[in-house]
């Protein structure tokens, strides 16, 4: 299921960076214990009660030197363009500002719903201050504090009401739907029509030139899929053409419509640092992973080419160490007979269950081989393991007291699972849980 997704717009210097940080909470300040996980500011995953949804923060958004209402128009149209309910947030202690009242015009326009925050209002006498920004005809104002976290879980309570009520799923369960993701110029749709076989993206060498996500049906030895590219960006003008970070909102709607998810990689350019930051939102969002390089016919190569390349990206993307790599040309269509069954295995992995006795058997074996740590004379004993999700495959371990299950332990019991079981081009989630 796609989230909904809330734009905060406003003005520089009325707090946006802060308020998302205060509604993304601990997420944003995570750092993943996997080392070569990326973050991008930009755009990341809330939750509000029973409310997932995603958050851009449009001051994170670096359009470079543009003049000041510049700036504020291009920031407001990436999010009229994205958002499914936009907080149009003002500073409280400065009152309506001319530049409040241009945001205030542009988002008239965008036919969103639209929920007026006036921010650094951090105490009640302060609450006065908020009822000239009835002017900016967005209804009723609602007073937070960014620096204190006061008056957010109304204004969350007032965006939910706007989320769009969405199905649950898009396609059969039979049908793998499979995103390609990656830097402009990598040859995503290109991709996408050599496995259609036709010519039903517009192909250049311009970055960005594919505008709109599109979903493709193809049947190939009898499966179905749905290709799902996420090549580009809807308009053209030099905010779309140099921002790099908003091909990333793009991608992140792909991954979660997706059961496995292509990281193209450019085999001229080689890797750099955003093809890291793309693959790390498939891999925090639970998706199976085929890392893909593309024009391969253009590099030269000898008999070791192939295998020092792939050694570059595992040291690259050590978190994607479970994701299978395939080398092709979308151009020529060498080696494009190799991706489906890949794509195949990685789909079938993410929704696999194992049978629970052979899981502790598997636990028991590893605890055996490699006993379990010990902190301040404490041991962790685990008492039993038991799967509870897939897509992807989720394990619970019942521990005696779960801070003892440290992360290099955790690693090691995940390894000894793939060994056991395979797992290929699928992440596995571990959880430890107190037994009571």
Not at 367 to 378: E, L, Q, R, S, W
């Amino acid at each position: 299921m796609v989230k909904p997704v809330v734009a905060i717009v406003g003005r520089p210097n009325v707090g946006k960076s802060t308020i998302f940080n205060r509604i993304v909470g601990e997420r944003i300040s995570i750092v993943e214990d996997i080392p070569g996980v990326t973050r991008d500011r930009i755009y990341s995953s809330a939750e509000w009660l029973n409310h997932d949804f995603n958050i851009i923060d449009t001051g994170g958004i670096d359009i470079g030197d543009e003049p000041f209402l510049e700036q504020i128009r291009q920031q407001a149209e990436i999010a009229i363009d994205e958002a499914d309910v936009i907080i149009f947030l003002t500073n409280g202690r400065e009152g309506v500002t001319a530049a409040d009242e241009e945001v205030a015009k542009i988002l008239y326009k965008a036919k969103k719903p639209v929920v007026l925050a006036v921010n650094k209002i951090d105490n009640p006498e302060m609450r006065d201050q908020i009822y000239d920004f009835y002017a900016l005809g967005f209804g009723e104002p609602f007073p937070i504090s960014g620096s204190h976290g006061l008056g957010l879980g109304d204004l969350l309570d007032e965006a939910a009401k706007h989320f769009p009520k969405r199905d649950t799923k898009d396609y059969d369960d039979d049908v793998i739907c499979f995103s390609l993701i990656g830097r402009p110029n990598v040859g995503k749709s290109s991709l996408v029509n050599a496995i259609l076989g036709e010519e039903r993206v517009i192909v250049s060498d311009i970055s960005g030139t594919t505008r709109d996500a599109i979903d493709s049906y193809v049947t190939y030895n009898g499966q179905e899929y749905v290709i799902i590219d996420t090549a580009g960006m809807r308009k053209k003008g030099k905010v779309y053409e140099t921002t790099e970070k908003y091909s990333v909102l793009r991608a992140l709607r792909a991954i979660e419509r997706s059961d496995v998810v292509l990281v193209v990689i450019n085999a001229e350019e080689g890797i750099i640092e955003q093809d890291k930051k793309i693959a790390g939102y498939a891999h925090e969002a639970g998706r199976a992973v085929v890392i893909v390089v593309n024009k391969w016919d253009a590099v030269e190569k000898d008999e070791k080419t192939m295998k020092e390349f792939e050694q570059k990206i595992r040291e690259h993307f050590l978190f994607l160490d479970y994701a299978p790599i395939v080398f092709l040309s979308a151009k020529t269509k060498k080696r494009i007979h190799t991706l489906m069954p890949m794509i195949n295995v990685a789909s079938e992995n993410h929704a696999r269950r194992v049978e629970t006795s052979i899981l502790n058997d598997v636990v028991m074996d590893a605890v055996a081989m490699n006993p379990t740590p010990t902190d301040k004379g404490k041991r962790l004993k685990i008492y039993y393991t038991t799967q509870v999700a897939v897509k992807p495959p989720t394990f619970v371990v019942f521990v005696n007291e779960p801070e003892l299950l440290h992360f290099s332990y955790e690693r090691f019991l995940e390894n000894r699972i793939r060994d056991a079981f395979g797992f290929e081009g699928t992440p596995i989630k571990i959880y430890p849980r107190e037994r009571k």
